[in-house]
């Protein structure tokens, strides 16, 4: 009697304990991204799903929804919609989130990161740490980077050395102003559009050019629309950030926020090891095989790439203004002492 008493008080226990609290859970949980698996933003995302569902035993259930399509394709919505909890969480670049916090226009500043470890000293260091402040500041839980890359600019008119080669160029860009005064000042004729126009501008010849990273050119195969110039320039990056909106956070359990948290830094992890396969040291392959597909890719000198800095010099500092001194001179010490 007294042991089936004990068994049944532990069943109860058993009972109540998980299932009461994933009880209040949602069906699904919407991912947003821009890109979906196999571009390296996606399998991040798709990472950072599959991760939780292990390690959570099912209890939170993520999927991911690319193409900016909780947003109908407007990938400068994406974090509105997260901070008001149209979409649940999101995997976004740097770039679309800038146009609600304007600091995330850091990264898009031009020239200011020459290397991977330049990123990583900012989004690893005390530059992060105050970003990641303000997006919580704004009613979203950020929880780790990931990346997109070094963004190169292409074309389908001419090789690019200099800034006199861009001369003329129409250009999508996408996010924020920022971008517009940047190809402005290379005197470039910049239009913004979403990624989801971005392809059929560019195969009918509304653009002559695009700029994103090797791993986007290569996937989405931009090479087959006559984009066959692409210059590595290395003149921004965008980061990743994986975040989820405050109401969705504050509903789980304290193990369970540690769970999606943890599951975020390691998906992140790996989000950053694909984004950079075969760009670095002596694996170049990812940008062999862009060459394999026809593509003419210049790498610029160290004296060629110094005229972009130059010409786009009025642009940083204008910006750096706008975005917050202090920030960009702390990201500045960050890259100075990587
Ligand atoms: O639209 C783009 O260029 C992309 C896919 O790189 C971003 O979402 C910033």
Redesign the pocket.
Known sequence: MQIMKLALAAGLAAMTAAPALAADYKEEYKIST??PAP?P?GIAAETWAEMVGERTDGRIKMKVYPG?QLVSGD?TKEFTAMRRGIIDMAV?????WSPQVKELNLFSLPFLMPDYAAIDALTQGPVGDKLFEILSDKGVVPLAWAE?GF?EVSNSQKPIHTPEDLAGLKM????SPLFNDTFTALGANPTQ???AD?KPALTTGAVDG????VS?FAV?KIYEVGQNNLTLWHYVA?PLIFAVNQDVWDSFTPEDQEIVRQAAIDAGAKGIEIAREGMTGNDKSAIEAIEAKGVDVVELTEEERQAFIDATRGVYDEWKEKIDPELVDMAEESIANR
């Open positions: 821009v890109v571009f933003w900016a990938q976004g670049s740097t770039i679309n997109n963004r999508r860009v996408v996010g559009m979403s990624w971005a695009q700029e994103n990273p986007v989405a965008d």
